[in-house]
């Protein structure tokens, strides 16, 4: 038996003793394959949780809708509006703590009223190497984080959501529009709407692997090092310089680096 198959059933097995949870739900790789199999072992007594906000783009949330309806899964909606937290627009190095606190703080409450009384959410192994003031919210008020506890790897829950035929097993990652945002830049509706249609552009164009980051009025492309020869070909630079300019961008750049996550982190990572 694979080491990650092991791993699994020490999932399964926690899961089960839970009895009953309520998955924060995202409809990304990981939180998908957590829902899914809470659902399996809990049937009705698994949940999801799925925010709203307008740092959450519409083809996510509908991604979340669907796959709950397909899998009969009972989804409960939240409002988690971020710009309504107070300090939150600025932009701190904390951001992703007020915004998890108040997020959990709300699924709390609503997982309650359905008679739950786990909360889970999906971070897994490899989270632990980056900055995730977020895992501090998760710590505080006592949320699960069954993917830790099993010590599953992102690449290890892709090929276990492959082998049980899940969707999402090659989805590109994601991670909430205001991780576009250089710390202390200040976050806005209208800005987040900029990041997202940009996003959006590259995906349309079929980019696999996409971050619109936002300093000022600059536009920093970050992609796969494989997809870089297409972004500047002619026609494709022409589209996304002219889009880009239209939505309010003064200059757009591309990201010699290419894609990574969590690159706004780096000059923390840098000065610890």
Not at 127 to 148: F, K
Not at 263 to 269: A, D, Y
Request: with cysteine; proline share 3%.
């Amino acid at each position: 038996m694979a080491a990650f198959h092991e791993k699994l059933i020490r999932l399964q097995e926690y899961i089960k003793e839970l009895g009953n949870v309520a998955v924060a739900f995202s409809s990304g790789v990981d939180s998908t394959f957590l829902l899914k199999v809470s659902h399996d072992i809990l049937g009705d007594n698994a949940i999801a949780v799925t925010a709203i906000s307008s740092s959450f783009p519409g083809r996510e949330f509908d991604e979340a809708v669907n796959f709950c309806s397909k899998e009969g899964i009972k989804q409960i909606i939240v409002d988690s509006e971020e710009l309504d937290i107070e300090g939150f627009s600025s932009n701190p190095k904390n951001r992703c703590y007020l915004c998890k606190k108040e997020l959990f703080t709300k699924m709390i409450k609503a997982a309650k009223e359905n008679g739950i009384t786990n909360i889970a959410e999906g971070s897994n192994i490899d989270d632990n190497g980056d900055y995730r003031p977020g895992l501090q919210a998760v710590a505080e008020l006592g949320i699960l984080s069954p993917l830790r506890y099993a010590d599953l790897t992102k690449a290890e829950i892709r090929e276990l959501s492959r082998e049980m035929g899940l969707p999402t097993w090659d989805k590109p990652s994601f991670a909430c529009l205001a991780s576009r945002f250089v710390y202390g830049e200040t976050i806005t509706e209208g800005k987040l709407h900029m990041v997202d249609e940009a996003e959006q552009l590259l995906l349309d164009l079929g980019f696999r692997q996409v971050r619109v980051r936002i300093h000022g009025d600059i536009a920093r492309i970050e992609i796969m090092p494989e997809e870089f020869d297409k972004l500047v070909s002619n026609e494709i630079r022409t589209k996304v310089n002219t889009r880009l300019k239209d939505l309010g961008f003064s200059y757009v750049t591309m990201d010699l680096t290419g894609y990574r996550t969590g690159s706004m982190n780096e000059t923390i990572l840098e000065k610890k």
